[in-house]
């Protein structure tokens, strides 16, 4: 203790006071750096936030060391600046490997900057998503689930094309670009669960989509929470816009829509609506989002 407070005397107590102040500024480069240092510590999270924030600490801290070689003339000031900016000068240079190295197919591209990147989801994110799926064509008229024959064992994500759904040979609602095809029949499942589709996706025009195995996206969900909450709310939101379109085509015996906000919405005077394919659908949808 005495040792202590003896060291904390000696570095406040009897150290020298300054008695004079300089008048006169320091230099351009002192301030140069100084202003290069508060605009750097204002960068923002993310890949390119880094390099914000190292390139322009980088450069603060080289004005710092031109500025103690030229003006102070002290080695340990411009030893000490020098070896952070070239401390920052790696990291940049670390940095910017890692964002050149993340190259996607242009399938992923175009789902990155129109889905993904507006949500804010960083690109080392959606590059672990991306690597757990595979780009798939689908040919104009062929079938990407068949009813009642095709199994439940991945999700997938329209990118190019126009996906038409049906039930029985009845028309349904379309599927467009960065829309799941088959979000009501994976969230019809758990993980442990096994079933088939119920409906007919047939492409209209050549598709491009992304899919993800069933087992493998339950096993990145397991490794980062994140992610999977990320697709709860993707699929959540695809699930309610397909409900939505359903209720394009449902109408009352008058011709009206019916809201399917309110309750028991089915249960209405009609029995030739009661009994139609589509009905059936779409009571089939609001059962399995009730799960």
């Known amino acids: 203790m005495e040792k202590n407070s003896s060291l904390w005397k000696s570095l406040v107590g009897e150290h020298p006071v300054c008695t004079a102040w300089k008048q006169e500024a320091e230099g351009a480069i002192y301030q140069l750096a100084s202003i290069l240092f508060v605009v750097g510590f204002m960068g ?3 890949f390119f936030g880094l390099l914000y ?6 450069l603060g801290f080289l004005c710092s060391a031109v500025w103690a070689w030229v003006d102070v ?4 000031i411009f030893s000490w600046n020098f ?28 789902l ?4 993904f990147k507006p949500l804010g989801i960083p690109l080392p994110v959606f590059r672990t998503i991306a690597l757990s799926s595979e780009v798939v064509t689908l040919e104009k008229e062929h079938c990407y689930a068949m009813q009642g024959k095709t199994s439940i064992d991945r999700l997938s994500m329209l990118v190019s094309g126009r996906i038409r759904v049906t039930v029985d040979g009845e028309f349904l609602h379309y ?9 009501p029949e994976w969230d019809s499942l758990r993980p442990t669960e096994e079933g088939i589709f119920q409906v007919t996706l047939t492409a209209e ?3 491009r989509y992304v899919s993800w195995r069933r087992k493998k996206l339950y096993l990145l969900f397991a490794q980062h929470r994140y992610i999977s909450r990320l697709f709860s709310v993707l699929i959540g939101s695809d699930i309610a816009d397909k409900l939505y379109a359903l209720n394009d085509r449902v109408y009352t015996g008058k011709k009206h829509h019916y809201d399917i906000r309110l309750p028991n919405y089915y249960q209405m005077s009609s029995p030739d609506l009661s009994r139609s394919p589509v009905m059936e659908q779409f009571r089939n949808s609001r059962q399995h989002c009730n799960k």
């Open 44 to 46: 923002g999270s993310g």
């Open 53 to 58: 924030v190292f390139s322009l600490l980088g």
């Open 73 to 76: 003339c002290a080695a340990d």
């Open 83 to 110: 070896v952070l900016f070239v401390i920052c000068f790696m990291q940049f240079v670390h940095t910017a490997y890692q964002v050149h190295s993340i190259t996607f197919a242009r399938e992923f591209q175009v």
């Open 112 to 115: 990155y900057s129109s889905l």
């Open 175 to 183: 599927i467009f670009p960065f829309q799941f095809l088959d979000s």
């Open 205 to 207: 025009t050549d598709c």
